[in-house]
């Protein structure tokens, strides 16, 4: 029976928490230069404030903000790690008095990244007070191949025109994945999406997805990661702690419980 006509928890009950970056396909990923400090260039998320406002996708809107790096939220309970830096973590969710926030380290090939998308956009489309009280952060987790990071820089790319473009990548991506048919989107049906259907500034976007910055940027999102113990993917952290993603609405809701 496909995946998708079997319901969302018999899919989340059917998936291994996660994928795991273990053998190498292809090619491995040669670093960048990062530097001493392994930061990166954050120049390049400067926003260009001359955009033309449209209903594209791929054009600067009043809603393309750069997030804060403000914490897990006030929810957590006292002493919580702040593990992450978020400030350039796509969001989704906070439509309200944000008072807690999720963050997700997520490879694009992977299907139980797939599957945790499919349940916050459920609990998103569910639970109005989810949606309001609590953000959802994205943060990349390349494999050790090249093509993994060619993918996550190629959606980088979109998010560097804005926002909404991220998420349109995002989920197009894994939708793909999670259709009756999974379906592994190449980079090439990716660069035409960008261009027919974002409608992005392909002569910047070429050259953003083929920049060492894009790369530097991936290698210090990653080593977030790394550093917090993150071996596959989903991780899904709330509060400074890791959590098993297909129980995320029972631990939201004692979390927010407890603080009331």
Not at 117 to 145: K, T
Request: some cysteine.
């Amino acid at each position: 029976m496909p995946l998708r006509n079997l319901g969302l928890l018999s899919l989340l009950l059917l998936a291994p928490a996660a994928c795991r970056d273990a053998a190498v396909d292809g090619a491995p990923y040669v670093p960048v230069d990062a530097g001493a400090d392994g930061g990166f260039d954050t120049s390049i998320f400067e926003t260009d404030t001359d955009a033309t406002a449209t209903d594209d996708p791929g054009t600067e809107s009043e809603t393309d903000t750069v997030p804060v790096d403000d914490g897990p939220g006030l929810a957590c309970p006292e002493g919580s790690l702040d593990l992450f830096d978020d400030t350039y973590a796509p969001v989704r969710g906070g439509q309200g008095e944000v008072r807690l926030r999720v963050t997700n380290f997520s490879y694009f090939r992977c299907p139980h990244c797939a599957h945790y998308h499919a349940l916050v956009e459920e609990l998103l489309a569910r639970r109005a007070d989810l949606a309001d009280e609590v953000e959802f952060r994205f943060h990349h987790f390349p494999f050790s191949d090249d093509a993994s990071w060619e993918l996550h820089a190629a959606v980088v790319a979109a998010q560097l025109q804005g926002e909404d473009a991220f998420w349109a990548m995002h989920d197009y991506l894994f939708d793909s994945l999670n259709a009756t048919s999974p379906y592994t989107v190449p980079i090439s049906e990716l660069v035409t999406f960008a261009d027919e259907e974002l409608g992005l500034d392909m002569e910047k976007y070429e050259t953003d997805r083929l920049s060492e910055e894009v790369r530097g940027f991936l290698q210090w999102d990653r080593q977030q990661g790394d550093d917090a113990g993150v071996t596959g993917t989903p991780s899904v952290f709330v509060c400074g702690e890791k959590i098993s993603w297909p129980d995320l609405e029972v631990v939201l809701d004692e979390i927010l419980a407890d603080d009331l």
